[in-house]
């Protein structure tokens, strides 16, 4: 009786399906030396993007919701507004623009549709990570150490946090070293908890890089943002984590918030293996805070009044990831963020359930790592100009 009962469920939901995949999208794979690439074009049709305007190298996408641009032979495009790194370039073969597999889902996916990020799931406490402490200082200004201000960013998010109901959980809480590992336990020993590992940045190449980065791991199988070759040790190093998605989504709402409330220069949204990334199992992110070997920049970043509101920013930032991870709800990106700010009506935040986005296909396919010998080195372009090449921050 059951067994029939679940067989003309089975049937009905089949047959709704079949109906639905008359109008779904199909992902054709392209295989380019081994590799799985998709083409601009597939990707528009999948999540209902009109036709793509090009201007010269750049490419155009966009819906009401989501707006994409790609750059010919680069690995930096703009997704919602902000700046993100792919981890490898767009490029054309046999007149298509390719994108890889790997970038689709690890980096487009996510943001494009967050409602669909499995594994998200309630966000009661909130870990935050002061970068460095005790002997190790960190980045040096004129004014003073990372260390410092890490840590006295951390304390004032705290009570913010704590005023919209989060449970706050600090990795140090005073002047002392703590290594990374210990870190990454604090982390995972939380239960219903994010990490926001917290660092202001420098870099000895060149005195004037200014403005915000945020970082999440690496997908597998996929060179960092500051890698320029994909080597078998980059692979090898680190497998991705269950919560790679929530972790990219988690950077896009406080990277969202901060450069919607902050003027500052956008660097973009990252990919590292750092350790405290790496040995996270639950979403983490590093955000960094402006640059300490920029003149300008290190002064704001001195005054407290400078950090309470990047303090203010983060916040939101991790709030919004919460309505999204409990509600389902959009989160703002950086035009909600600018509208709000000016004065205009902040637009309802909305369900991302895109009618236009046909949701038949199965994205495990996307999901699913390539196999090993796709791994051949290639190179890929370099991020920088604005490029520091952190070992760890
Ligand atoms: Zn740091």
Redesign the pocket.
Known sequence: MMNLRRLTICTICGLVLASRLIAAVEWQVIKVNGRDFLSVDNVAKFYGFSGAVVDGKNIKLSTEKNELQFRVDSREMLLNGVRNWLSFPVFVHEGKVLVSRIDLAKTLEPQLRPNMIKNLGRVQTIVLDP??GGFDK??ISGYGY?KDY?LDLGRLLRPLLQARGFRVIMTRESDVFVPLEVRAQIANATRDSIFVSL??NATDRDPIASGFEIYSLTPRGAPSTYEDWLTQMSINIQNGTEADAASVELSSCIYHSLIGHIGEFDRGIKRARFAVLRLTKIPAVLVEGGFLTERGESRLIAKPEWRKRLADAICTGIDNFRTLAENKKRPFVVADYRREKSGGAAPEKESVVNPAAPPTLSLDMLYSEAPREDFAPIQTPTPSPIGTAPAE?
Request: no cysteine; charged share 10%.
């Open positions: 970068g460095h960190g980045a990372e890490a660092h202001f921050p």
